[in-house]
């Protein structure tokens, strides 16, 4: 029921930069983010946003990349400026939604199908 899609990726030389949109829908989130993977390695939190606004970045991204988001669109944001050929990867939006029912925490977690950034030296 819940569809998250993210666009915006592509080919870009080292200091180039890429902007990244996923959308989610269903309903309002209690957090989106970004993640990424590359061959071989576990995926990685980049960035992730709350819905007061609270963000978390990557020591690798931080000063690099900005996220931001947009609740009345169900929207994140991923602006990545300065780009390294390390930075190459299949970066992933996700949704979460967490709740408490009889004192205990659930969430539910939902993940795009991925967007390729390719960064070349």
């Known amino acids: 029921q819940v569809q998250v899609e993210e666009s915006g990726g592509g080919l870009v030389q080292a200091g180039g930069s890429l902007r990244l949109s996923c959308t989610a829908s269903?309903?309002?989130?209690?957090?989106m983010g970004w993640y990424r993977q590359a061959p071989g390695k576990q995926r990685e939190l980049v960035a992730v946003i709350g819905n007061s606004a609270n963000i978390n970045y990557s020591d690798s991204t931080k000063g690099r990349f900005t996220i931001s988001r947009d609740n009345a669109k169900n929207t994140v944001y991923l602006q990545m400026n300065s780009l390294k050929p390390e930075d190459t990867a299949v970066y992933y939006c996700?949704?979460?939604?967490?709740?408490?029912?009889?004192?205990?925490?659930?969430?539910?977690?939902?993940w795009g199908q991925g967007t390729q950034v390719t960064v070349s030296s």
């Open positions: 996700n949704a979460k939604w967490s709740f408490e029912l009889l004192g205990s925490k659930k969430e539910y977690v939902y």
């Open positions: 269903g309903s309002i989130f209690s957090s």
